[in-house]
C-alpha cells in the first residue's frame, strides 16, 4: 500500500466521481501547503487523506 493516493483512488474511498476527487485532492493539498508542508500535484498523503475523511479528526 503507498503512502499517497491518487484521484482514483480518493474516487473509490469515497464514491464521488474523477472531478469531485481531483477537487478534494487540491482542496487537500491547499491544506497541507498553509502548514508547510509539501505536496505531490495529483497525489494525496493517505494519512492525511486518512485523517480528513475517515477518521475526521479536526
Known amino acids: ?3 499517497f493516493m491518487s484521484a482514483a483512488d480518493v474516487a473509490k474511498e469515497l464514491g464521488v466521481g474523477r472531478t469531485k ?4 485532492v487540491k482542496e487537500l493539498n491547499a491544506e497541507l501547503e498553509k502548514m508547510g508542508y509539501l505536496t505531490v500535484q495529483g497525489k494525496i498523503s ?4 486518512e485523517k480528513r475523511y475517515i477518521y475526521n479528526e479536526e
Open 1 to 3: 500500500m503507498s503512502n
Open 21 to 24: 476527487s481531483q477537487q478534494i
Open 46 to 49: 493517505r494519512k492525511f487523506f
